[in-house]
């Protein structure tokens, strides 16, 4: 889960949450969505500013889950919160089950360790 002090930083046209800035000291850390820093930590408005050069395109993207016995599976993101990020398989162009149907999913603590959901 997202601590409490953390500040969401919302995109302006749309109000999205793009990520958050985690106070360190007189500092802040930009942090993306599954609560992983994006740099160290800067100037508040630094921090904002890459956070807006990020974006959310990165969630669009195909990523590799690592299970507890190492396997490596492609994966999508299908949804991001607070408290979880979601994947599905992903294998030929969309997200399916391990049965072919679409529906399987992963579910992530936030923040998500970054041995466990890699970028493709």
Do not use: C
């Not at 500040?7 to 999205?16: F, P, T, V």
């Not at 930590?41 to 690592?66: H, K, V």
Request: aromatic share 8%.
């Amino acid at each position: 889960m997202i601590p409490q002090d953390w500040i969401a930083h919302r995109r302006g046209r749309d109000k999205e949450v793009l990520g958050y800035l985690r106070p360190v000291g007189d500092r802040f850390e930009p942090m993306d969505l599954f609560g992983r820093a994006l740099s160290e930590p800067t100037e508040y408005d630094d921090a904002e500013s890459l956070l807006e050069e990020r974006g959310l395109a990165y969630l669009a993207e195909p990523w590799l889950l690592i299970g507890s016995d190492g396997s490596r599976r492609r994966v999508r993101i299908i949804e991001v919160s607070a408290d979880e990020v979601v994947v599905g398989n992903y294998e030929f162009g969309k997200v399916v089950g391990y049965d072919g149907n679409i529906g399987d999913q992963d579910r992530l603590p936030v923040p998500v360790p970054a041995d466990r959901l890699l970028p493709d």
